[in-house]
């Protein structure tokens, strides 16, 4: 098993401070999900920024800082398969 970090807009407006807005209204509090993901048992001694593709869900890469220390799989989503405004 692996942690996998699932990043997203910061922002949920393609343009937070148009207009005089504030953009800390625009902040969008999902931006980052962690989850549990099951990967490869191989992946555990990828290096990191090591990068891959896992199906159906987007590009990955090594977290920098976390994977492999005390043993920990890390991974960020660096791109999903499909980027949208709309959801």
Avoid: C, I
Wanted: net charge negative; no cysteine; charged share 30%.
């Amino acid at each position: 098993m692996a942690q996998a970090h699932l990043h997203d807009r910061l922002f949920t407006d393609p343009q937070p401070d148009a207009g005089g807005k504030n953009f800390l209204d625009a902040l969008n509090p999902d931006s980052l999900k962690v989850v549990t993901a099951y990967v490869e048992p191989s992946l555990a001694s990828a290096k990191p920024d090591q990068k891959f593709q896992f199906e159906r869900h987007g590009y990955f890469v090594a977290d920098r800082a976390d994977h492999g220390v005390d043993g920990k799989v890390v991974f960020n989503r660096v791109t999903g398969l499909k980027d949208s405004w709309e959801k």
